[in-house]
Structures are given as structure tokens and as C-alpha cells.
């Protein structure tokens, strides 16, 4: 008996076993994105960086990427330039009417993520509104005219 009560006390858990491990702290974003985009025009995209409640200044990688509906390259990824409070920039135009996706891939403190959005950009084709209809539920959307 006396060797059982040994191998449970043995297998306990520690009482500071959660700081053992790592402990997530979730990167956060918020779009900051026109309501129209029109052809031509210098649009300015911007997001809004927040760990733990708090701003993050000084991000270890904040990169903006457009493409197509057919996932071609329109704006290749590049470093967003910080303009303080935990915002980040890119200014892009666009030679033409479409449905466009714009990616941000962020890090910081070893929180990685990589959110994705669907800009409207002028008029849509009867085609590209169907493209529209079928896009994933599960996928952030926002909707530019």
C-alpha cells in the first residue's frame, strides 16, 4: 500500500506547471480600408496591430501582398511602412476592375498570422459576381466598391 501512495504522489502535477509552458499571446488585426477603390486611383490600405490589448509598435514582420482572383501577384509582398500607434501602411493603385485579395502576413513575439481580404475594385463582371457568390463562408470579407 505504502509503495501505491509512493507512484500517485510521484505522478501529481506540479502546482507551477502552467508556467511551464509557453503561454500564447495572440497578434491581433483590424483592417483599415477605403469603402470605394476605384481604377487608378492611390489607395491607401492600412491595419492595426494589437497584442495582449496593447499596441504593437515595432512589429518583427508586417508584409502586405495583392493578388487576383486567380491568386496572380498584383502588388508583390512588401514591408508595410509603421506610421505609429501599432498602424501599419501600404499605398498600391490598380490598372483595372476586379476582385482582388489582399494578404497581410504579421509576426510579433512569435505570434504569426496571415489574414486575408476581398477588395472590390470598381465594377464587377456578371462572371466575377459569381466568383463572388461562390467564395468560402469561412473567409474574412470585405467588400469594396
Not at 509552458?21 to 492595426?48: A, C, N, Q, R, W
Not at 489582399?102 to 459576381?129: C, F, K, W, Y
Request: overall charge negative; charged content about 25%.
Amino acid at each position: 500500500m505504502l509503495i501505491s501512495i509512493l507512484m500517485i504522489s510521484a505522478c501529481s502535477v506540479r502546482s507551477d506547471a502552467e508556467n511551464l509552458y509557453l503561454k500564447e499571446e495572440p497578434l491581433e488585426i483590424e483592417f483599415h480600408l477605403p469603402t470605394t477603390i476605384s481604377v487608378g486611383d492611390e489607395v491607401i490600405m492600412e491595419v492595426l496591430l494589437t497584442q495582449n490589448d496593447q499596441v504593437v509598435e515595432s512589429a518583427d514582420l508586417v508584409h502586405f501582398e495583392i493578388t487576383d482572383k486567380n491568386a496572380t501577384i498584383i502588388a508583390s509582398m512588401e514591408e508595410a511602412i509603421e506610421i505609429g500607434k501599432g498602424i501599419y501602411r501600404r499605398t498600391v493603385s490598380f490598372k483595372q476592375d476586379g476582385l482582388y485579395y489582399l494578404e497581410v502576413h504579421a509576426e510579433n513575439n512569435e505570434s504569426i498570422i496571415t489574414p486575408r481580404r476581398q477588395l472590390i475594385v470598381g465594377t464587377l463582371t456578371d462572371a466575377m459576381l459569381d466568383s463572388l457568390e461562390e467564395s468560402p463562408a469561412s473567409e474574412e470579407t470585405e467588400h469594396h466598391h
